[in-house]
């Protein structure tokens, strides 16, 4: 079964700064567009950003725009998530997520358009 690890969530004051990493187990990303979707409690999940299989098309919620950075380094067979000017309504599990598009370069904010999860990452933020 296709999953990915996510790594490099924890607590952290307001204002600071995280950097999430996702990798797959037993496949590469490169066909793949990706997610990093959150969920705090109860809450309604939410895709706060995507990219493309190439990684030229990125979208953000409007509630992490300016703060957070959504990159891939297909190479390295990795995405990252960097996490700026963190508040603590960002508090939540973030979990990575990946759909199969080939040559369809889109991003997707549906969270039910992913067909494959990791495990999720908790983040913190709280003084």
Known sequence: QLQLVESGGGWVHPGGSLRLSCAPSRFTLGNYALGWVRQAPGKEREVVSCISSNGESKDYADSVKGRFTISRDNAE???????????????????????????????????????????????????
């Open 77 to 127: 067979n990795r995405v990252y998530l960097q996490m700026n000017s963190l508040k603590p309504e960002d508090t939540a599990i973030y979990y990575c997520a990946a759909i199969r598009t080939g040559l369809n370069l889109k991003c997707y904010r549906d969270s039910g358009r992913y067909d494959y999860w990791g495990q999720g990452t908790q983040v913190t933020v709280s003084s």
